[in-house]
């Protein structure tokens, strides 16, 4: 028994760090009660970068789509490699649809370093917003999650992704593994340190933590109560 431990300990080692992963996502899901906002509130500085760009839709591409009618700033650090993040990306696509005009996304990368495609799934999102498509792959590479998520090398067909949006893909090819993107994704990460942040996806409301939820009417009703109480300061 001792030897067959021995001989197999990489292999075993793969499966109780599978199980981790999965108990890990089945406690995302459970963890329960009702949604709420909680903690401390975070410095706008941490959540929001610099950088964020002021659109009014997803059209152009941007890092935020919002107005200067926006009463209320929602901001997530995710990884695209998380089954949990793809679940919730479509739910805040709809919260941005029921508040068009009153709330600000701000999408930060926290690629999860036991996620082999977590990075470059990340440089390829960011890669097309210098070509005005961030949230067209965004959404591409969530909606194909488990088109990639297992492949050794998935560059190609983020490269087929690039092309099927119409970008310049030479561009494209060249900005996925250049230093401007790398050093985006890394301030994220440091940002996601800095704050304390070990789960994806976390969200923020104005600030203040969210406690999540799978009911979209749940989620709805947080934004709406942040919308209304700083609509009424």
Same mark, same amino acid.
């Given at each position: 028994m001792k030897d067959f431990f021995a001989r197999n300990k990489g292999f075993i080692a793969v499966i109780i760090g599978t199980l981790i992963l999965i108990l890990g996502g089945v406690f995302l899901f459970s963890k329960g009660g009702s949604p709420g906002i909680s903690g401390n509130k975070v410095s706008s500085s941490l959540l929001?970068?610099?950088?964020?760009?002021?659109?009014?839709?997803?059209?152009?591409?941007?890092?935020?789509?919002? +107005? @200067?009618? &926006?009463?209320?700033?929602?901001?997530?650090? %995710?990884? =695209?490699?998380c089954p949990a993040c793809a679940v919730y990306s479509p739910l805040v696509k709809q919260l941005l649809t029921d508040f068009a005009?009153?709330?600000?996304?701000?999408?930060?990368?926290?690629?999860?370093?036991?996620?082999?495609?977590?990075?470059? +799934? @990340?440089? &390829?999102?960011?890669?097309?917003?210098?070509? %005005?498509? =961030?949230?067209?792959?965004?959404?591409?590479?969530?909606?194909?999650?488990?088109?990639?998520?297992?492949?050794?090398?998935?560059k190609d067909i983020f490269i087929g992704y690039a092309k099927d949006l119409g970008l310049n893909v030479d561009q494209f090819i060249s900005d996925l593994s250049s230093s401007g993107i790398k050093d985006k994704v890394q301030n994220d990460l440091s940002d996601v340190n800095a704050i304390g942040i070990n789960e994806t996806p976390t969200f923020y409301l104005n600030g203040k933590k969210i406690t999540l939820t799978e009911n979209y009417n749940e989620l709805k009703s947080l934004v709406q109560s942040a919308v209304t109480n700083n609509q009424s300061q």
């Open positions: 929001v970068p610099s950088n964020a760009i002021e659109t009014s839709g997803f059209a152009n591409g941007s890092y935020m789509p919002a +107005s @200067s009618s &926006a009463t209320a700033t929602l901001v997530e650090f %995710g990884d =695209y490699e005009g009153k709330i600000g996304f701000v999408f930060r990368n926290y690629p999860l370093p036991q996620h082999a495609n977590a990075l470059i +799934s @990340s440089y &390829a999102v960011e890669a097309a917003g210098l070509q %005005g498509k =961030y949230w067209q792959m965004h959404d591409k590479i969530y909606e194909t999650q488990n088109d990639w998520v297992n492949l050794s090398d998935p």
